[in-house]
C-alpha cells in the first residue's frame, strides 16, 4: 500500500506570494491532517479535515486554510507570504481521524520563504 | 502551542546503552503517542499508551505514563546507530482530531 505523498517535496517563494501545497492520503483513509514544523516554535497542528469538512483548526492566521477532496486528498493554502511561513508542512492520514488513531505522516513539504 | 517539554533536548550514546526520554506535558489527555523522526523527514509512528495503561511494550521500545504527575517516559533498550533520530510525544485529548506535540529529544547513537 502506497504511503502518505506530498507534493512538492522543495519549494522557494517570495515574500508576498502564494502557495500551494498537496497531499495524497493512504488508500482508504478519510481524515487528512496538517502541521507545521518550524526550528523555533516545534511542530504545530494547523487543520484536520474528514469526508471533505474541516472538523478542527489550530491557532494559525486566516492566511492558511486548507480543503479536501471527495478522493479524500488535500490541500493546504498559504497567501501572502511572511518569512516567517518558512517550515516543513507535514500532512498526515489515518482511517477516521477519531480518538487513539495512529497518524501515518508524508515525508513533507519544505517551504523557503525569501 | 506545544503541550509538554521533553528532556533532555539531546542525548549522546554509545551503541548497546539504553535511551530514556522523559515528556511532561499540561493538560489531560486521552493517550500519548511517540514518534520518530529521522533528518528532515516525516513522523514514525512508535507506541500509543492511553490514558488508563501505566506500561506498554513494543521491542525494544518500553513506554510508561502517570497520569498523577502529567508525565511520560520512552526507553529505548540495546540501542543501534539506526536509533539515531529526533523523539517526539504527543498528546491527545479527548476531543480527538489533532495531537500536540512535545519540542522533542535529538537522540544520537555512536557506533
Known amino acids: 500500500k502506497a504511503g502518505v505523498t506530498q507534493t512538492p517535496r522543495y519549494l522557494i517563494k517570495t515574500r508576498g506570494q502564494q502557495v500551494t501545497l498537496s497531499c495524497s492520503p493512504i488508500?482508504?483513509?478519510?481524515?487528512v491532517s496538517w502541521y507545521q514544523q518550524t526550528p523555533g516554535q516545534g511542530l504545530q497542528f494547523l487543520f484536520e479535515?474528514?469526508?471533505?469538512?474541516?472538523?478542527n483548526k489550530g491557532n494559525f492566521p486566516g492566511r492558511f486554510s486548507g480543503r479536501q477532496f471527495s478522493n479524500s486528498r488535500s490541500e493546504m493554502n498559504v497567501s501572502t507570504l511572511e518569512l516567517g511561513d518558512s517550515a516543513l508542512y507535514l500532512c498526515?492520514?489515518?482511517?477516521?481521524?477519531?480518538?487513539?488513531?495512529?497518524?501515518?505522516f508524508g515525508e513533507g513539504s519544505r517551504l523557503t520563504v525569501l | 502551542s506545544q503541550q509538554g517539554e521533553e528532556d533532555p533536548q539531546a542525548l549522546s550514546i554509545q551503541e548497546g546503552e539504553n535511551a530514556t526520554m522523559n515528556c511532561s506535558y499540561k493538560?489531560?489527555?486521552?493517550?500519548l503517542q511517540w514518534y520518530r523522526q529521522n533528518s528532515g523527514r516525516g513522523l514514525v509512528h512508535l507506541i500509543l499508551?492511553?490514558?488508563?495503561?501505566r506500561e506498554k511494550h513494543s521491542g525494544r521500545l518500553r513506554v510508561t505514563l502517570d497520569t498523577s504527575k502529567k508525565s511520560s517516559s520512552l526507553l529505548i533498550t540495546a540501542s543501534r546507530a539506526a536509533d539515531t533520530a529526533s523523539y517526539f510525544c504527543?498528546?491527545?485529548?479527548?476531543?480527538?482530531?489533532?495531537?500536540?506535540f512535545g519540542g522533542g529529544t535529538r537522540l544520537m547513537v555512536k557506533p
Open positions: 498526515a492520514s489515518s482511517l477516521t481521524g477519531g480518538v487513539g488513531g495512529e497518524l501515518f
Open positions: 488508500s482508504g483513509h478519510r481524515s
Open positions: 479535515y474528514f469526508s471533505e469538512t474541516q472538523r
Open positions: 493538560t489531560s489527555i486521552n493517550n
Open positions: 499508551i492511553r490514558s488508563n495503561e
Open positions: 504527543a498528546t491527545e485529548s479527548n476531543a480527538g482530531n489533532m495531537l500536540t
